[in-house]
């Protein structure tokens, strides 16, 4: 049994689990304009941006401010918050896991590397950079920082990378391989993601819609989230009490297309039927599904035609949480998996906001309104990225 015994996130919502989930429960509208982000968009395009500044998290964490990613920082933040149920003397007692997801890393430090070699004075700032490029250099300084010496990996799949580190990390702990694995993502908000996106015609210029018939793209956001997991053996020693199970997962790779999914839905449904699979439940014991829900013409498709035909018309909830942190990328994975559970820990099931019409091409509709005092057993979490590379999780209420 994989149980979750320890929490930690940052977003455009708060910058911590609780702080996540007040604004939830508030409707808290944090999509906006940038105020950190340079770039020539920040009067055109809405993002999802934590509100600490690189300068406020490296002093939270007593860090110098050169050598650090934005992406780095993020993960450090939120990663502190999960450990705080794991304290340091229990970390050495036990075999440890830590599988951490990027797919930004160190891109706008890329960023300031490159401004500096075109500038007409450049002040030679290459090598104080060039190191935090990768995206595993977050992973590193991570586990060096909270002194992680256990096995280490990165895990770079698009939109599902922090679901993939979390069912990486939930089959270690099945196959006897740790005690523990911390798993999650990390990404930062970055020139080079904002105008990548906005190339691909993928970025709403207002709002966005997700599940809308009149849906225009996505928000890009920022953050990062970790979940602990361990195995029940381990918690039950520790005397910790479980916030949630992670029952289940799946995984397909469709490779439909680089950067659409099958409009058919077909990888979506199957990554969905194997999590439920895993486990050991019914479709029909499904409470609440956590969409994918990226607002984009061609996802919510997919993903609406998967939900519907796996589910039927009598689908349970479902509703696309992107709306209020916008599209966090690696991260969203694992910020997902902690509001689902958020939902089975305090009986809500989210909004989806904005939604108004219904998509013509299917019957089913989202939750667009909070509902409060619902028992959420089993919830069911979705990312899936670019290249078809689909990740599906169920959660738990223990």
Do not use: W
């Not at 977003?11 to 508030?26: D, F, K, M, Q």
């Not at 895990?155 to 099945?174: D, H, K, P, V």
């Not at 509703?319 to 820990?345: D, N, P």
Request: glycine share 8%.
């Amino acid at each position: 049994m994989v149980l979750i015994t320890g929490m930690g996130m940052i977003t455009a919502l708060g910058n911590s689990v609780p702080e996540n989930l007040e604004a939830l429960l508030c409707n808290k509208q944090a999509v906006r304009y940038p105020q950190l982000l340079q770039t020539r968009h920040h009067k055109e395009l809405q993002v999802g941006e934590a509100d600490l500044t690189n300068e406020a998290l490296a002093a939270a964490l007593d860090l110098p401010l050169t050598g650090y990613s934005r992406t780095t920082l993020l993960g450090m933040y939120a990663l502190r918050e999960a450990l705080s149920a794991l304290p340091p003397e229990q970390r050495s007692t036990r075999r440890i896991a830590f599988i951490n997801a990027s797919t930004v890393g160190g891109m706008s430090e890329v960023e300031r590397m490159y401004s500096d070699m075109i500038s007409d004075a450049p002040r030679g700032e290459f090598f104080d950079y060039i190191d935090s490029v990768d995206c595993a250099d977050c992973t590193l300084r991570m586990a060096a920082y909270f002194k992680l010496e256990g096995f280490q990996t990165t895990i770079s799949t698009a939109c599902s990378s922090a679901a993939n580190a979390l069912q990486l990390g939930a089959r270690m702990i099945e196959n006897d391989e740790t005690d523990i694995a911390i798993c999650g993502g990390t990404d930062a908000l970055t020139r080079f993601t904002l105008n990548g996106f906005n190339a691909l015609k993928n970025v709403d210029r207002n709002l966005s819609r997700p599940f809308d018939q009149n849906r225009n793209g996505l928000n890009l956001g920022e953050g990062a989230a970790y979940l602990v997991l361990e195995s029940a053996i381990s918690a039950q020693e520790r005397g910790v009490e479980p916030i949630a199970r992670l029952a289940g997962y799946g995984n397909t790779n469709e490779a439909h297309h680089p950067t659409a999914p099958s409009p058919d839905g077909s990888g979506a449904a199957r990554t969905m039927q194997e999590a439920l699979t895993v486990a050991g439940i019914a479709a029909t014991d499904i409470d609440y599904i956590n969409a994918h829900g990226t607002a984009t013409q061609g996802n919510d498709l997919s993903e609406g035609t998967a939900i519907e035909k796996l589910f039927g018309t009598a689908h349970p909830p479902f509703s696309s949480t992107k709306a209020f942190t916008g599209h966090t990328l690696a991260a969203s994975g694992a910020v997902e998996a902690i509001i689902c559970c958020l939902a089975i820990q305090h009986r809500f099931i989210p909004a989806n906001l904005r939604f108004e019409t219904p998509m013509e091409e299917i019957s089913i509709v989202p939750q667009a309104t909070l509902l409060r005092d619902v028992g959420v057993q089993y919830a069911l979490s979705n990312s899936f990225g670019f290249g078809g590379n689909n990740v599906s999780l169920v959660l738990q209420r223990v």
